[in-house]
């Protein structure tokens, strides 16, 4: 089983970059699809990117597609989000995500999650 503890959430003005990271513990990480997710107040949890086993591919929400890049290395452990342009409606709790098999948007298809950071963006 992994465990995957999240860092780099604050508060930014919008126009602003942050980088999230994701360090995982356990067993190997590069068996593990890794995905970032948000949820803000009130709204659903959401898909916002996806990062394949050795990092070959990627796969973004429209709402953050030419904004945030998503990166893995295997030889750390750790996954990245780089989000820059950021916008108030970027706000949200941040969450990543690992699953052994799914490579995806579903948020419930992942078996892994961290236990979030909070990312705020001020007008």
């Known amino acids: 089983q992994v465990q995957l503890v999240e860092s780099g959430g604050g508060l930014v003005q919008a126009g602003g970059s942050l980088r999230l990271s994701c360090a995982a513990s356990?067993?190997?990480?590069?068996?593990?699809?890794m995905g970032w997710f948000r949820q803000a107040p009130g709204k659903e949890r959401e898909f916002v990117a996806a990062?394949?086993?050795?990092?070959?591919?990627?796969y973004y929400a429209d709402s953050v597609k030419g904004r945030f890049t998503i990166s893995r290395d295997n030889a750390k452990n750790t996954v990245y989000l780089q989000m820059n342009s950021l916008k108030p409606e970027d706000t949200a709790v941040y969450y990543c995500?690992?699953?052994?098999?799914?490579?995806?948007?579903?948020?419930?298809?992942?078996?892994?999650w961290g236990q979030g950071t909070q990312v705020t963006v001020s007008s």
């Open positions: 990062i394949s086993w050795s990092g070959g591919s990627t």
């Open positions: 356990g067993p190997t990480f590069s068996s593990y699809v």
């Open positions: 995500a690992a699953d052994l098999d799914f490579y995806g948007s579903s948020w419930y298809e992942y078996d892994y």
